[in-house]
């Protein structure tokens, strides 16, 4: 998983998600996946990123990686 540029895991995404949260700017999320990622992997990040008072925006592409 990356946010921001950086590789991380679920328990770290969700820190930084309440740290860019904080900042007070609106922001969407875009969470981009293809075909190789496991449709409850992407379903977990969502539940993050809205738990942290985001919004997000799921887009998938077929095929490639």
Do not use: N, W
Not at 19 to 40: E, M
Not at 41 to 46: A, F, Q, S
């Amino acid at each position: 998983i990356y946010f921001d540029d950086q590789l991380m895991d679920l328990a770290a995404l969700s820190g930084s998600l309440e740290a860019f949260a904080r900042k007070g700017v609106d922001q969407t999320v875009v969470i981009k996946a293809d075909v190789r990622v496991p449709h409850g992997t992407v379903m977990e990040v969502l539940r993050r990123v809205l738990a942290s008072g985001l919004d997000a925006v799921v887009a998938s592409r077929e095929g490639e990686g």
